[in-house]
């Protein structure tokens, strides 16, 4: 073989971009001999950051989970077979369902960065069990973002960052974290581009601020004053874009009336910002013919997090910013990772269901709640929530305090710690996998990963583990699984139809598909790929919705349905498959009502509220703000559990102001304690002329204990959930207020 054959492609699993890359497989030890970015992948085209070299630290993973798991009396755990973790299992969760219902067992989970497929396959078990609540990490970020967006526009809202002239990053540094793709390079061609512009908010002089025209150096938490502020200005002096409102949106007076009687000289002062450059930043934003904005966790942990999702996307529809190349849209997806319908409340503390999800800081709280609706089992999938949910010690407290836990991971992780069976799952190069996070526009696509290495024999999919479950529950009828293969020994088409007319006769059997299809049209793939059976489903509902979409892009209908080619054309495709190619008036069509929807009745009297001041978020026993979980160059939440990884800061250092440092007698290098509400930590110290005074950050992802080379278990760094507590939470979505933390700093 030509050393060029060897190169296989697939892609990063580190962040959610998930860039193509193409790797050399070195099958002995089972690691890339050579990874390289991707020249065919159609969004990160041969882009890769520093952190795709270090993967081969997630396929050598020390602490490696091979075996079924089941706590024992002394609390360790035994190894046991599939079959009997299967059976005990099984019968464990339906003796809780018979007993307390099946709404009393809550599933966590299925959003990691590179691995959705669970998202599809673990809908089985939750029918089986009649499950009816659920969590995963979008419900402690984005959730409200995602009512915002469906309020406002029906869907979720992204920005063109390629061809806008003026980006805008609240909350957010790409320059580490990305969440677009190539994001470096993108920045970077900003910067250089004389007709475009960057306005950055952040109270840190961040490295995308570096690059930025405007950085609006907001004080920590006060972003709902600025950006109320910066709506205000383009209101009260006539900025905004009128034929646009007129056409293409609904309930402006009200927002008109509200950001009229804003004071923005008083606003601008509680967030920080000198009020010029409130008016610069809005002046900026009426100039331009193309705005483009994106959010994240610096406002989305923090207060307000809701409300300034609000009054960020009003800022940009007002100025017309919406549908239009270099701007924002609705993008088609194969599959969403999110969306915002507010419905329902969890059964026993009323906190709201966003999307479906019970916000992340309530999981924990429905677990110890004493109620007759509590949470009795737990199964957890692809996430780590004891380490990344607030309050680590109260999510330990609830699984110790449910009936019957199951983690399904890859390695023995926090949460797998306090679990009573841990079942090993083959990694993301062992199997079929993909990531939901593709939201390009107007060409957009789907990137179906093929395995690169067999998985050790004694690890199993999701997508096998879970119908295993619902088989052993006695939820799969094998009558429907025969006459099924009987249609596939015709053709899928004759499948497809007969899976339809079996749906019309028992509608019960829509809950267990991804079963159902896992043990059929499954068995037509090879054993590694067969995790992407749930991906017919996805194939089936989007070929039924956009036949017209498929036809543009070359899918045709060989014989078997247009979804049988579309599910072809992704299994061949060795790189992403793009699947739409539209135009920009296409965006529109996905606007709920074809209209804009400004006003917002409970977000506008938060404004009201506002006015009467910013309570302080610090005090004298507390005098820091605390962001608790920043993203730096080498961290990638907790997929990469050795700590060698990270070619520096491997302790993930405390970075501070050098005049804070200084008045405390703290300097480069020195160990501190740092101490919240919710407990302390000793912290090493960096300081750093990039952070306010009065501001400290520590990373995200660390504190993992790892084996060292004994195979003992050492714990490196800080973990920040130690550090933060369940009640700090945004009042409509109850997203936390990890980046928002009060907190004192001795010598330690
Ligand atoms: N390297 C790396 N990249 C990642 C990840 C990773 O672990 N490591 N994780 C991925 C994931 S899951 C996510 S969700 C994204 C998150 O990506 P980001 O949201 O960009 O990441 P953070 O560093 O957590 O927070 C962004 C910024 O918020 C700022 N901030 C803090 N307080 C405030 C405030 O009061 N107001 C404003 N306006 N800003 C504030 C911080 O200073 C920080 O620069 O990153 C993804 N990419
Ligand atoms: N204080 C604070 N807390 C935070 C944040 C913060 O900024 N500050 N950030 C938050 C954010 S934005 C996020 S997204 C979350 C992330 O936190 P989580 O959602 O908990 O997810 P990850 O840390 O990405 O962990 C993913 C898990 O999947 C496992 N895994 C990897 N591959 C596979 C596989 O193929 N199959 C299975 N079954 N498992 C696999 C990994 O071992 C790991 O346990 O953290 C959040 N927590
Ligand atoms: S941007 Fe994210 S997905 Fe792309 S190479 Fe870096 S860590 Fe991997
Ligand atoms: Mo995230």
Known sequence: MSEKAQWQRSACILCSCNCGIQVQVDEQSGTFARIKGDDAHPASAVYVCNKASRLNHYLQMGDRVLHPLRRNESGGFDEISWDTAIEEIAAKLTAIRDEHGGQSIFYYGGLGQGNHLPMISSRSTFAALGMQFQSNAAAQEKTGEFWVCNEMFGAWAHPDLDHCDLAIFVGKNPWQSHGFPRARATLREIKKSPDRKMIVVDPKRTETADLADLHLAVQPGRDAWLFAAIGATLVQENLFDADFIAERTTGAEEVFETLRSVDVTQFADLSGVPLDEVREAAQLIADSERVAVLEDLGTQMNRHSTLVSYLQRLTWVLT????????????????????????????????????????????????????PNRMRAMIVETGNPVHSLAESQKFRDAMAALDCTVVLDIAMTETAMEADYVLPTANQYEKAEATFFTYEFPSNYFHLRKPLFTPPSTVLSEAEIHCRLVEAMGALPEEAVSTLKEALEESRGVFQLKLTELLGQNPALFGIMPALLHRTIGETLSEELRNASGLWLLVQMFATNNPDKLAAVGVVDKGEGLAAALFDAILESPSAFTLTAEEWPDTWDRVAGGKIRLDNSELLEEIEALRSGAPDATTEEYPFVLSAGERRD?????????????????????????????RLGLSDGALAELTTRAGSARVLVELSDRMRRGHVSLPNGLGLNYPDA??????????????????????????????GVPARITVG
């Not at 961290?635 to 440092?661: F, S």
């Not at 195979?711 to 980046?739: C, I, M, Q, Y």
């Open 710 to 739: 004994d195979g003992e278990s050492v714990l490196t760094g800080v973990s920040p959930n130690e550090l933060t507590s369940l009640e700090d939470r945004d009042k409509f979505a109850g997203t936390p207020w990890h980046k």
């Open 320 to 371: 017309g910013n919406f549908g239009k190349e270099g701007t924002n849209y609705l993008p088609l997806s194969l599959a969403k990772a999110g969306e915002g319908l507010r419905a329902g409340e969890s059964p026993a503390t009323g906190a709201p269901v966003i999307g479906g999800l019970i916000p992340c800081n309530s999981v924990a709280e429905e677990a110890l709640a004493d109620h």
């Open 634 to 662: 080498y961290t990638a939440n907790t997929i990469l559990r050795d700590p060698d990884w990270r070619r520096k800061d491997r302790e993930g250092a405390l970075l501070m102001n050098p005049e804070d440092g200084q």
